[in-house]
């Protein structure tokens, strides 16, 4: 992850914390106040944010994944449950799929029908 990628995922994540640490913020059903404790990048665009909730002492995970492009540009995120965990490990295979069919297409030659 480049540097400033990793600021902008840091500036995110404490924003991120001070909004879910709003005492009268719909589903802060304890008045938690959320902290930063880790931060895991897992990609140039993606990374797992570990927050502390108090003053339970309960941690969440959060996955933060980046957008380059568009309206959307910047990092978002989501709390995933296990059936999305799941659902992207399941993922990966048919990914992996497309990628090798796809491959062959990096050599086609408009004038022929040769493949490597």
């Known amino acids: 992850m480049n540097k400033e990628l990793a600021i902008d995922l840091r500036r ?3 924003r991120v914390a001070d ?25 140039d665009t993606t990374a797992t944010v570990i ?8 941690q ?3 996955f933060f994944y980046y957008i380059s492009r ?3 540009t910047g990092w978002h995120y989501f709390v995933p449950t296990d059936a999305h965990i799941l659902g992207m490990m399941s993922f990966n295979t048919y990914k ?12 086609h030659d408009a004038n022929t029908e040769q493949t490597p």
Not at 19 to 43: H, W, Y
Not at 51 to 58: C, I, L, N, T
Request: avoid cysteine; hydrophobic fraction near 35%; charged fraction near 30%.
């Open 19 to 43: 909004k879910f640490s709003i005492k009268n913020r719909d589903g802060n059903f304890n008045n938690e106040t959320f902290f930063v404790i880790a931060l895991f990048p897992m990609s």
């Open 51 to 58: 927050f502390r909730k108090e003053p339970s002492g309960k």
């Open 70 to 72: 568009g309206a959307k």
């Open 60 to 62: 969440a995970a959060f």
């Open 12 to 14: 995110e994540a404490d």
């Open 96 to 107: 992996q799929r497309v990628e090798s069919h796809n491959y062959k297409y990096n050599f």
